[in-house]
């Protein structure tokens, strides 16, 4: 399958077409229809979502056919999300150039994972990538049409627009685009349903689900060396630690707190290891005399 993806790609560029034809993929996994399944049975079970019945009918090219067409045995493809996970340096549109195809698709990446297009990605974040669905449009579609049919509002049709380097012109017959489907996550039987295809590899979100659940679990780390609480900072730093794939800023943050924790504690050698591994993280932060004690800078083996 990779090697027709890519004889494919070298025949567009040879070609002269669009980078449409050929934006890379984010994962699927195969379905075999069982007895008595429709596309919003199956779409309701994977997705929690019945909605998702028009994304299966798509990907599966049985927007005219539906579940008519669904005969025991059959082989689906079931669209998912894929998940990466940024390193020191990536952008946005470095990340959309090889996720999705193209730099200009920036933008719907960056605000897919609430952030900006012209913000840096956070070191050591796990992304989502959003599905590129391709649609061949039909007699009749426009992008208004295409953007309430699968995004719910045809306010989303600029966005559709950009996507595909498309202008004012109508959308004609026959015509291949490429809608950036987010809401594809998959219920605990859709998981399991992807577990069970032992040839699909791409089931992800369990570091993402963490860094979120990190997120969340800082505020009251702070609140807790604030309030003197420094054993229960320890207990709670070392099991975030412990225990979670956190992104770079984030181990930052927890390695201060712990370095902290362990100076008021009197564990000069943990509180030096905190430093430094605090300084690994963050490796532009100032020891400044003005925000950081005495205690601490010793633990840092910097005199004020």
């Known amino acids: 399958m990779q090697s027709y993806r890519m004889v494919l790609c070298l025949l567009c560029f040879t070609l002269g077409a669009s980078l449409t034809l050929c934006a890379p993929q984010a994962s699927a996994f195969p ?5 008595g399944d429709t596309l919003a049975g199956i779409a309701q079970r994977v997705y929690g979502r019945v909605e998702n019945e028009r994304v299966l009918a798509a990907a599966n090219g049985l927007e005219r056919t539906g579940s008519s067409a669904l005969v025991p045995g059959t082989r689906l493809e079931v669209p998912a999300l894929a998940y990466r996970r940024t390193t020191e340096g990536d952008s946005w549109p470095e990340l959309a150039t090889r996720w999705l195809g193209a730099p200009e698709r920036a933008a719907v990446l960056a605000f897919s994972n609430d952030s900006k297009p012209w913000l840096r990605p956070v070191d050591g974040a796990e992304i989502v990538i959003p599905y590129n669905l391709r649609l061949v449009a039909e007699d009749g579609d ?3 049409s295409v953007a309430k049919r699968f995004f719910g509002s045809e306010k989303r049709a600029w966005m559709l627009a950009v996507y595909n380097g498309l202008k004012d012109s109508p959308l004609q017959p026959g015509q291949v685009l490429l809608l950036p489907i987010t809401e594809l996550t998959l219920s605990e039987a859709g998981r399991e349903a992807a577990r069970a295809a032992l040839e699909w590899s791409g089931l992800g979100g369990e570091r993402r689900r963490q860094q979120a659940a990190a997120a969340e679990a800082l505020p009251a780390l ?9 054993v229960e900072t320890v207990s709670q730093g070392v099991a975030l630690l412990a225990g979670s794939e956190l992104t770079t800023p ?3 943050a927890v390695q201060r707190q712990l370095l902290e924790a362990y100076a008021a504690l009197g564990n000069r050698g943990r509180a030096a290891e905190a430093c430094r591994q605090w300084r690994l993280a963050a490796p532009h932060v100032r020891l400044d005399p003005r925000e950081l004690s005495p205690k601490l800078l010793a633990a840092c083996a910097v005199r004020p």
Do not use: C, E, P
């Not at 379905?31 to 007895?35: P, R």
């Not at 702070?222 to 420094?230: D, E, I, M």
């Open 31 to 35: 379905l075999i229809v069982k007895t």
């Open 142 to 144: 426009t992008l208004q």
């Open 250 to 252: 984030q181990r930052a």
């Open 222 to 230: 702070l609140a807790n060396v604030r309030s003197g609480r420094y």
